[in-house]
């Protein structure tokens, strides 16, 4: 068990291109995670999966973001036309559902900066 | 909605001293748990305590205890014998107690820990 990774680790984009973010959860792991960490502030939720399925979408995922889990194991999180205001530390995490008291274990994040 | 709040945005304690980090928050459910997670630089976050809303025990992890005050909606961490490994953001985090739903984050407090 390595942990929860992610991929890249750092992305540099131009204004108005798209990028792909990827998340390994540990596995066995049916809950998976989205946070959104920008300067001085703590993790915001994104959305977050159980399994293949698409259980909430937070107000801050605008219509440019999309996120996927295709076989209930690693996630992609999309990012079309980013914006200057997009670049942030985003955050995967992951846990099993079958316990109310799970912690969320927390991948190193991959941080985005929009040029 | 659920809010969490940080009112220390840095602290600073000696090495081997003890100190307190703040939080409180605001929610009309009664089930609920609570964390701490610490956020060392550049490393991922790791979970540092929790505690139960229905449980009066005070939860404690070795050198780190809690002191939650649930009429008061207050949730505060203690650090005792700092080290300078304790040095990182902490994050006061809230979930509801119905499934592993998102994590509600406060802003954080750096802790810095002076040798």
């Known amino acids: 068990d390595t942990g929860v990774s992610q991929d890249p680790r750092h992305k540099i984009t131009k204004r108005g291109q798209n990028v792909t973010f990827r998340c390994d959860p540990i596995?066995?792991?049916?809950?998976l995670y989205w946070y959104r960490q920008t300067l001085g502030q703590g993790p915001e939720f994104l959305t977050y999966?159980?399994?293949?399925?698409?259980?909430?979408k937070s107000r801050l995922l605008s219509d440019r973001f999309s996120a996927e889990r295709p076989k209930g194991s690693f996630s992609t999180l999309e990012i079309q036309r980013t914006e200057q205001g997009d670049s942030a530390m985003y955050l995967c995490?992951?846990?099993?559902?079958?316990?109310?008291?799970?912690?969320?274990?927390f991948g190193p994040g991959t941080r985005l900066t929009v040029l | 909605a659920q809010t969490v709040t940080q009112s220390q945005p840095e602290m600073s304690v000696q090495e081997a001293e003890t100190v307190t980090l703040s939080c409180t928050y605001d929610?009309?459910?009664?089930?609920?748990?609570l964390f701490w997670y610490k956020q060392p630089p550049s490393r991922q976050m790791i979970l540092v305590i929790r505690?139960?809303?229905?449980?009066?025990q005070n939860a404690t992890e070795n050198r780190f205890s809690v002191n939650f005050q649930k009429a008061a909606k207050s949730f505060s961490l203690k650090i005792s014998d700092s080290q300078l490994g304790d040095a990182a953001m902490y994050f006061c985090?809230?979930?509801?107690?119905?499934?592993?739903?998102?994590?509600?984050f406060g802003k954080g407090t750096r802790l810095s820990v002076i040798a």
């Open positions: 929610t009309s459910e009664s089930d609920y748990y």
């Open positions: 596995s066995e792991h049916n809950r």
């Open positions: 985090a809230y979930r509801s107690g119905s499934g592993n739903t998102p994590l509600v």
């Open positions: 505690q139960e809303a229905y449980k009066q």
């Open positions: 995490a992951s846990n099993p559902w079958d316990r109310d008291d799970n912690e969320q274990f």
């Open positions: 999966f159980q399994n293949e399925a698409q259980l909430e």
